[in-house]
């Protein structure tokens, strides 16, 4: 089994994968990419998720800190 820092070699996350990487229920990333607010692509009727994207994602919503 690979561990949660493997996925980041991967270009893109499966839905499990995804969610563990966001530290997220699979209910709320379903919930969130229904919603629109997260990059993800289909692939035939598989949705993925781009590791880059994501990447790009949590650095424009993340909130407080050092600028």
């Known amino acids: 089994m690979k561990s949660k820092s493997a996925h980041l070699d991967q270009l893109l996350l499966s839905t499990k994968q995804a969610a563990e990487m966001l530290a997220i229920s699979k209910r709320k990333l379903w919930s969130m990419t ?3 607010e997260l990059p993800h692509l289909r692939i035939g009727r598989s949705v993925r998720y781009p ?3 994501l990447q790009t994602w949590i650095a424009k919503n993340t909130k407080g800190g050092a600028e």
């Open 51 to 53: 590791v880059g994207d």
């Open 34 to 36: 229904v919603g629109g």
